[in-house]
T-cell receptor, first 112, second 113 residues
Framework: NAGVTQTPKFQVLKTGQSMTLQCAQD?????MYWYRQDPGMGLRLIYYSASEGTTDKGEVPNGYNVSRLNKREFSLRLESAAPSQTSVYFC???????????FGPGTRLTVT | GNSVTQMEGPVTLSEEAFLTINCTYT??????LFWYVQYPGEGLQLLLK?????DKGSNKGFEATYRKETTSFHLEKGSVQVSDSAVYFCALSKRTGANNLFFGTGTRLTVIP
């Protein structure tokens, strides 16, 4: 039982490049989330998926897209990376949106 | 709106000292309250939770009581250890609506031997 897994762990991009962050959970959870963590700002929600087949914007969705590929997987795409997207990205899942969330180990992204 | 305010860190304590990290919240309705902990290089882990007023969450020697009258959920531990060094996040979860989990900015705790 791996919980929530994320790939890659580290990534460096040049401005304008694109990439996809992958997330998978094996807990049969319905809801999944993407957050970014920046110094002094805590975690901010980028996008979430309350259930398979649905996605919704969070607090800071600009510059990102998401895909809920199936119940297990929820990916985050940066189409044209910007230095302001340098951050640590966390994926999380919960049984339902009103339950506690379980977090992956994070992806540290640097955009130069 | 919904928000969480935590005491700013960093906090540095000697081993076996008493710990309090303050957390207050603003919310409509009756949220659930959580403390998450983030150890160096890792993701967040749920430390404890409380789902209604006067509930006390506890885990690993940490405690927090849901105080509706003061809209607070302060984290306490009677005797901290070096292994408790981490960043602690207070969070609230609305029971209804869409975007449901709101985090404080985190408090870094360092425990020295």
């Amino acid at each position: 039982n791996a919980g929530v897994t994320q790939t890659p762990k580290f990534q460096v991009l040049k401005t304008g490049q694109s990439m996809t962050l992958q997330c998978a959970q094996d807990m049969n959870h319905n809801s999944m989330y993407w957050y970014r963590q920046d110094p002094g700002m805590g975690l901010r929600l980028i996008y979430y998926s309350a259930s398979e087949g649905t996605t919704d914007k969070g607090e800071v969705p600009n510059g990102y897209n998401v895909s809920r590929l199936n119940k297990r997987e929820f990916s985050l795409r940066l189409e044209s990376a910007a230095p302001s997207q340098t951050s640590v990205y966390f994926c999380a899942s919960s049984l339902d949106k009103s339950y506690e969330q379980y977090f992956g180990p994070g992806t540290r992204l640097t955009v130069t | 709106g919904n928000s969480v305010t935590q005491m700013e860190g960093p906090v540095t304590l000697s081993e076996e000292a008493f710990l309090t990290i303050n957390c207050t919240y603003t919310a409509t309705g009756y949220p659930s309250l959580f403390w998450y902990v983030q150890y160096p290089g890792e993701g967040l882990q749920l430390l404890l939770k409380a789902t209604k007023a006067d509930d006390k969450g506890s885990n690993k020697g940490f405690e927090a009581t849901y105080r509706k009258e003061t809209t607070s959920f302060h984290l306490e531990k009677g005797s901290v250890q070096v292994s408790d060094s981490a960043v602690y996040f207070c969070a609230l979860s609305k029971r209804t609506g869409a975007n449901n989990l709101f985090f404080g900015t985190g408090t870094r705790l360092t425990v020295i031997p």
